[in-house]
């Protein structure tokens, strides 16, 4: 049987290959011997193709029975003997195969390959799904280059190349990886940093000028990654004024008992907002001493009346209010005014007017730098950074006038140490403005990539809903299993990879990405790393 297939153009490569017959292009390594699913078979493997060419994971190409090209991955190999049957023992199959020479041991043996099929290759090198099944007999072929080259780089981001095959690039879509978001996973040491490094590049060349890519780094680890001029570092800013009440209350320390402290902190700050009658009350510490002031003001009052209790005059957010305070208050208020005290001294560095961590810049590689926060402050900080994006986006959509104009370009936030702002229990506000993104920011402009090295302890609805996932070296059997169930792409031979990829290997599923792959990760060729605690064992 002869099988045509013309292969035409592919992306903006515009390689032209003229395939007349697939026979010639691809080496013919066995057939099929036998097949009872619709995606599955088995082939017997010529010895020297296992030796030379064929392994787990090595792409082959065979046809259905309608003649469609299909393209199958060996998920197995296994070696047999004629000769030997399962049922004997060990002993009596070595007794009775001694009469044999060696040349016919030899001839009695080969290999069978357990194939997967992935679908049927289209002509323009899409791929569709096989609803039909093989001929027995039907000869399988390595694939060839030029056909996975076409089907592997169909993409605009180039990040590295098929694990099986060195010489194969493959790159994923930025559009569909920024919209549909994605998630890289692994465990520590695999080579997730590395990958965001490689994306970040990739993306930051394809995208320069026409869209904003943000790393949110708790670690300072990617502020060496460029030379100044490419890279944006962002500093963090604290601005209370822009946080509600149980936020603030949160950042400061008051836990969920002191009920008495809190409800003292929210009169305080919708006092102070009220008396500025719709003007900026300042920013950062000028905003907390105000507020400290007025919970002065309060204590003062009742210290000196003459009486045991004193009203004051307060705002409750709606309406002026009054109320009476007692002697037993006193305390409840010094507690808040020492919680914020210890909180401005913690956090001067980087308390302030807001508007000054957005100084984005959409032509370099912009960095949030978080290493000198702690994390309660990290979560308030992203918080705030994330809900504004996505507001903003939302004005620049509609056409509104935008408060912070660099959000008049579509936004990529890359979240390093993603459980942190974004865990199960979505306790902290930080996930609540991630999940909001991760379900309407395609509609703004706004895309996330989510980055973590505990998998399990991410909010489910958030990994969801991230289309791509890059998953590198995963051992721990829970984080295997949370990750699978995060996606429909994730089969058990998929599964089964994960413990065994080795540094910088990734597996790729999602959409940017035609057919699921595993994928050798470039190598970031500039510097990455935060602090290294150990450098002083370097030269021991
Ligand atoms: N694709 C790759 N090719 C070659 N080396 C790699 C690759 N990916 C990572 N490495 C190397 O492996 C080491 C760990 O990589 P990386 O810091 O990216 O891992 P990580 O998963 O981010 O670790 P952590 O969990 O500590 O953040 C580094 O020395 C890095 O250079
Ligand atoms: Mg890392």
């Known amino acids: 049987m002869t099988y045509y297939l013309t292969i035409s153009i592919i992306g903006d490569n515009m390689r032209s290959i003229k395939i007349s017959k697939i026979e010639n292009m691809n080496t013919k390594i066995g057939i099929i011997v036998s097949s009872k699913e619709i995606d599955e078979f088995y082939a017997i493997i010529d010895k020297e193709a296992v030796k030379n060419i064929c392994g787990v994971g090595e792409y082959i190409i065979t046809h259905n029975i309608h003649g469609e090209t299909i393209l199958c991955t060996i998920s197995n190999i296994m070696p047999f003997n004629n000769l030997l049957s399962n049922e004997l023992s060990h002993d009596k199959q070595f007794n009775d195969i001694i009469p044999y020479s060696s040349k016919v041991l030899q001839d009695s043996s080969g290999f069978a390959a357990k194939v997967k099929i992935i679908g049927v290759v289209k002509e323009d090198f899409t791929i569709e799904s096989n609803k039909t099944c093989v001929n027995l007999l039907e000869k399988v072929y390595t694939a060839d280059n030029n056909i996975l080259n076409a089907i592997f780089s169909r993409g605009n981001i180039q990040i590295g190349c098929l694990s099986v095959r060195k010489n194969i690039?493959?790159?994923?879509?930025?559009?569909?990886?920024?919209?549909r978001h994605f998630a890289i996973l692994a465990m520590t040491g695999a080579g997730k940093s590395n990958t965001v490094a490689v994306l970040a590049e990739k993306m930051h060349e394809k995208t320069k000028g026409v869209m904003n890519i943000v790393i949110i780094d708790p670690h300072g680890e990617y502020t060496k990654m460029k030379h100044n001029s490419e890279i944006n570092i962002l500093q963090p800013v604290l601005d209370p004024s822009q946080l509600f009440p149980d936020q603030l209350s949160k950042a400061i320390g008051l836990n969920g008992g002191a009920s008495v402290q809190k409800s003292y902190l929210t009169y305080a700050m919708h006092t102070v907002k009220y008396h500025c009658k719709g003007r900026p009350c300042g920013y950062g510490k000028e905003y907390l001493d105000k507020i400290e002031e007025k919970l002065v003001e309060w204590i003062d009052k009742l210290n000196n009346a003459d009486s045991k209790s004193v009203t004051i005059r307060y705002y409750d957010g709606v309406k002026s209010r009054t109320k009476t305070l007692k002697k037993d208050d006193e305390s409840s208020i010094n507690r808040v005014i020492e919680k914020l005290r210890m909180f401005i001294n913690k956090n001067k560095d980087i308390l302030g007017f807001h508007r000054g961590m957005f100084n984005i810049q959409s032509d370099k590689i912009n960095i949030l730098d978080l290493s000198r926060v702690d994390e309660e402050e990290m979560i308030t900080v992203v918080s705030d950074f994330i809900k504004k994006t996505l507001k903003e986006r939302i004005k620049a959509t509609h056409g509104q006038e935008l408060y912070i104009r660099e959000f008049e370009l579509p936004t990529v936030v890359i979240i390093e140490e993603a459980h942190i702002f974004a865990a199960k229990n979505m306790t902290d506000k930080s996930a609540y403005w991630i999940s909001k993104i991760a379900k309407e920011?395609?509609?703004?402009?706004?895309?996330?990539?989510?980055?973590?090295?505990?998998?399990?302890?991410?909010?489910?609805?958030?990994?969801?809903?991230?289309?791509?996932?890059?998953?590198?070296?995963?051992?721990?059997?829970?984080?295997?299993?949370?990750?699978?169930?995060?996606?429909?792409?994730?089969?058990?031979?998929?599964?089964?990879?994960?413990?065994?990829?080795?540094?910088?290997?990734?597996?790729?599923?999602?959409?940017?990405?035609?057919?699921?792959?595993?994928?050798?990760?470039?190598?970031?060729?500039?510097?990455l790393g935060g602090v290294d605690g150990f450098e002083c064992l370097k030269n021991i």
């Open 169 to 179: 690039p493959v790159s994923l879509d930025a559009k569909t990886l920024c919209s």
């Open 441 to 527: 920011g395609r509609k703004f402009g706004v895309g996330m990539g989510i980055i973590s090295q505990r998998p399990k302890e991410l909010n489910s609805t958030i990994l969801s809903q991230t289309n791509t996932k890059i998953i590198l070296k995963i051992v721990e059997p829970n984080d295997q299993r949370y990750v699978q169930e995060s996606s429909e792409n994730i089969s058990n031979d998929l599964l089964k990879d994960m413990p065994r990829l080795s540094t910088g290997e990734a597996v790729i599923v999602g959409s940017s990405l035609q057919i699921p792959a595993t994928v050798k990760i470039n190598k970031y060729n500039g510097k």
